[in-house]
């Protein structure tokens, strides 16, 4: 069964500074997909970036970026120009690319809450 | 377009009560996820529903159960809730099961707190 770890429970970053935020998966899977979630005090989980597990290239939305380390089972999250709106809980997550069944699902790591110090 | 909706935004019960949360979908999304965030847990799988069906179901008792219903709308049934029932119940869909960007819309979640 495929697991996702994120291993930081807590980060502080000064705003405009940078910051990485870790995760590790295992899985046996060759073709999956990977997500970074970002969850508010509103609550509501928004994407932040999602990686194909076939493309070699890191994912880029604006000033978030990811390290995909595929032979490592690393996914790693960089937040660059630290705004006070980053604040919130990130989620890592995978999701197996075959159709249907058990699969379909994402699983998520435990978060890491994210401080934006002014 | 209007995202993920869920109802309640709180519900309140005590031990041995039903709770009963429900979701809408985003138009034309097909495929219904439900997950509970407990405290220090993280998001745990709970149910999967696509086109009416009951897909896929997490390491949860029976006593949680739903359904989806023709407009794709789904309904979450807690039964006989126990204290550790409390938490974040999430609700995301996506336009079908076999949707190829993998992305997951969610809803803003029901607290259940269950004293």
Redesign the interface.
Known sequence: AQTVTQSQPEMSVQEAETVTLSCTYDTSESDYYLFWYKQPPSRQMILVIRQEAYKQQNATENRFSVNFQKAAKSFSLKISDSQLGDAAMYFCAYRSEKYGGATNKLIFGTGTLLAVQP | EA?VTQSPTHLIKTRGQQATLRCSPISGHT?V?W?QQAL????Q?LL?YDEGEE??R?NFPPRFSGRQFPNYSSELNVNALELEDSA?Y?C?SSRD??SR?????????SRLTVL
């Open positions: 995202g495929s996820y997950y220090g847990l993280g998001l799988f999967w897909r896929n997490g974040l999430l995301a099961g076999q960007t993998g992305e997951l819309f969610f809803g803003e979640g």
